[in-house]
């Protein structure tokens, strides 16, 4: 695996002691995105459909600092958006690390070049770089020539440096394992922490909705991918990961998890983002809110259609860390004797009782606008004129 052993023994303390308070619902991650705007269109993405406005707005220095105050999670994953537009970053990450987080900042790595040399190398800190695959694949997925290459010029900068460095790989419908595997196979050549792995989340508002996984085919995709590492693996090419071997057990369909949508909670321009980093259908002021007044209940599949088909890591990685440090004994189980890839799948969380989805986007969107015109015209600042 490519978790650092300090990094899995104070999160794995840290679950413990929650699980000794007798406490059922707790962060692990905080999901910082301190703004949306980004200098890529990805396809699959739907954290960019705002209006300029929205776009411009950015978390400060010291909101992003109250949040990991508020929020008592060891690990603060940094996304967006791109982190790397903010002037600001590398003063939200230097204070991080000085409250004692693990920080994981995904990029693209258009900037890194640029901006790599204001930031220093930490042991608790690592670029997460976004690769989805082989070159033909990345490009594909971002809509952009050229950035599979950058994205691998940037990572070999980033080691060379001294920096801890990741991928992140987000997979999709019409994905082929053998191609998945060959380039697992390449980013073993890299000698990196290791890949964060996920299936694609159906966001409402993305471009592109036809190549979103369901919950059966995003199984059959994983169990064919990791037959191909076994393989590879006897070649010499051991792929790491930096996730719960649960976790990718789970996408195998050997698992069966109910979300945690509590345990990576989302700090975003709008506020604490109910209920979850994917799906954002109401709004908190405070961490204490979010996670006194939300429903959870109401989320998750088989309670909620919009999570019908979700398998995510930010839903689900939480879970399986948990269950792992519960019941260690299937950790080992699959340490040991490497993640089935044959016979029956686990009985799946059924979906004939979930209720039926809302769409509340616009007004969201709509309540952003309108604070952000109160607060232009209480300064005597210009208002756009109207389209």
Known sequence: MGVPLTQALRVGGYILKQHLKGNKRYPLVLMLEPLFRCNLACQGCGKIDYPNEILNQRISVADAVQAARECPAPIIAIAGGEPLLHREMPQIVEAYLKMGKFVILCTNALLLEKKIDQYKPHKNFCWDIHLDGDKEMHDRSVDQAGVYERAVDAIKLSKSKGFRTSINCTLFDGTDPDRVAAFLDTVADLDIEGVMTSPGYAYERAPDQEHFLNRQRTKELFRAIFRRGKESAKRGKK?????????????????????????????????????????????????????????????????????????????????????????????????????KTEGAMAKDIPLDKARKAEFVFSKHVETKMAEIHAAKAARGAPLPAAE
């Open 239 to 339: 792929w790491k990961f930096t996730q719960s071997p649960l976790f990718l057990d789970f996408l195998a369909g050997n698992q069966t998890y109910a979300c945690t949508p509590w345990g990576n909670p989302t700090r975003n321009v709008f506020g604490w983002q109910r209920p979850c980093y994917l799906l954002g259908e109401g709004y908190a002021k405070s961490f204490k809110e979010l996670m006194e007044t939300t429903d959870w209940d109401k989320y998750g599949v088989g309670n909620y259609e919009k999570c019908s088909d979700c398998m995510v890591h930010s839903g689900f990685e939480a879970t399986a860390v948990m269950d792992s440090v519960k019941h260690p004994w299937k950790i080992a189980q699959v340490a040991l004797g490497g993640i």
